[in-house]
């Protein structure tokens, strides 16, 4: 299994203080910057765009940014994301009809892509794309909202993904988003992930070091 990630979700931080914000957490030992993008039509909820990517790499980011896209038609967006400075493009197979030629779109444009499976969506899709794939992201909530509790039935799910990606010898990372925390990270590592998304658990904390210190304990415990 793949090193360990931590990919602080940007919803849950101060916007008033962005850039402050992600300094922080990657001074703390995060691995990423998540960005969860959502459009008021594929999920109930209205976030951020390519605008907020540039102007995290002008502040000087550098770390890889995570851009997981909860947006319909998806197409259009991918290049401006691309263009802003994105290291990771991941979709939802319902945004598009035609889950291949974007996950193509995603490489032409020089991003890593990724394919996001809600809590109810099949994992069929895999078994046409997988080739095209580097990362799949289990969602661990339904879409739309930061805050929510994790859903217990992920945990077979995520299980599930690593046998496919085990079995297929290929470098996928598989991600999970969607009420991770101190005291379920554990369980999620342990069914599998290596990639682990939290937003109000790390930014609603005091203290960033320690929590994502506490986090990378429970991983490691578990593995």
Known sequence: MRDPWIAPSILS?????????????????????????????YVPNLTIGPLVCE???????SA????HLMVKPVDRIIP????????????????TEHVDRTLQLIREHGCKSGLVFNPATPLDWLDHVLDKVDLVLVMSVNPGFGGQQFIEAALPKIAAVRDVIDRSGRAIRLEVDGGV????????????????VAGSAIFGAKDYPATIAAMRREIASAR
């Open 13 to 41: 931080a101060d916007f008033a203080r962005l850039g402050a914000e992600v300094d922080a957490v990657l001074a703390a030992g995060a691995d990423l910057v998540h960005f969860d993008v959502m459009d008021n039509h």
């Open 55 to 61: 102007a995290l790499r002008k502040h000087g980011v």
């Open 64 to 67: 890889p940014i995570d851009v």
């Open 80 to 95: 401006d994301f691309a263009a802003a400075g994105a290291s990771y493009i991941s979709v939802h197979p319902e945004a």
């Open 181 to 196: 925390k101190v005291a379920n990270i554990g369980r999620i590592a342990a069914a599998g992930a290596d990639t682990f």
